[in-house]
């Protein structure tokens, strides 16, 4: 008794996942014109002309929408920040180019999207998962750049590792979190290689 | 021919430095309960009782007053962070102890005073001579420590004076900086000397 197999919906239209992304990428655009904050998912929906209530078939909230965005964000920044990490095997260089480009991206956000900056700084002072995640991910590449100079001879190990690498990601966090970086902005070019060469100072064995 | 001295107004009512002084005081209540961002100086005047053009005889503006509010709040800061330094002769002592005191001073205008904080946002954000003077202060006495350090033989004197100065300043202006300081309270109690240590190391001989 063969029974024949249960329609697929996928099949018959956009996949769950194509009507995530699609409506991902309507709201990047949309937040970007008008902002993150000020608008709601009825302003959405209608922009984008689906109903509000098949919009909260794929996301439970507005937060939701925004953290898949800033996620998608962050993803393309720590890929960055990996890259530029990764042309160098010199741990010293290796910090200067990290601290650079987490400071370019954020500018680079802050005045070509300015419209979605709230959605950084929202994220940033409601400690959203993607926020979090950065963040660590962020203190961990430090850490690892820390063992790599201390294995190459090229940093001290006098002071716990694990204090040495918070120090640095502390003198980082004002360019890096949103929230400080946009009253950090003016002069932020000059001041993180400065700060850097400091850091190296603070390094040497 | 003796001619009578001209009737000195000093004498007949109190003279121009106590009313401004007794302005300024009812403002700082009136700023304390009321925040200086949403009031005006017609609010102020009817508060205290004195007519707004008698307050304009004597401020321009309403900044006017704020900015001597400022003034008055952190030379008490200075005053606090000069006294902290004198305390002892040891510049690496010495730099903790300006950076303790300085976050110490902030977190108690911050919470305490929360009212009189957006006068001292608004001075930082609009660069106020008053804050101006804040920061120049600030950096003066950095440079002052290195340069004693130096001296004493417990610093290094490869690095420019003026870099080493620059340097340590960015380190600490994220936690002297009242829009800085307002998104790093939490933990900067933690952060601080975990700072201060990465800057003594910086500056090891």
Not at 6 to 12: N, T, V, W
Not at 137 to 153: F, S
Not at 168 to 195: C, F, K, S, W
Request: aromatic share 8%.
């Amino acid at each position: 008794m063969n029974t024949a197999p249960p329609p697929s919906p996928q099949i018959r239209g956009p996949s769950d996942h194509e009507v995530r992304s699609q409506i991902v990428d309507a709201a990047t655009e949309y937040f970007g014109l008008y902002g993150y904050e000020k608008t709601t998912v009825s302003d959405l929906a209608k922009a984008i002309g689906f109903s509000k209530a098949y919009i909260y078939k794929f996301f439970d909230s507005k937060q939701a929408i925004g953290e898949v965005i800033c996620a998608n964000r962050l993803s393309t920044i720590m890929a960055a920040v990996d890259a530029a990490v990764g042309t160098t095997n010199s741990a010293p260089e290796q910090l200067r180019r990290m601290f650079k480009t987490v400071v370019e991206a954020g500018s680079e956000l802050f005045f070509n999207d300015r419209k979605l900056w709230d959605i950084a700084t929202t994220s940033a002072s409601e400690m959203w998962p993607s926020a979090r995640a950065y963040d660590e991910h962020l203190r961990t590449l430090v850490a690892q750049i820390v063992r790599h100079g201390r294995d190459a001879g090229d940093f001290e190990r006098k002071t716990p590792l694990d204090e040495t690498a918070n120090a640095i990601y502390l003198v980082m966090r004002p360019y890096v979190n949103p929230l400080l970086l946009q009253h950090n902005l003016d002069g932020a070019l000059e001041a993180t290689p400065q700060l850097a060469s400091l850091i190296l100072r603070s390094l040497a064995p």
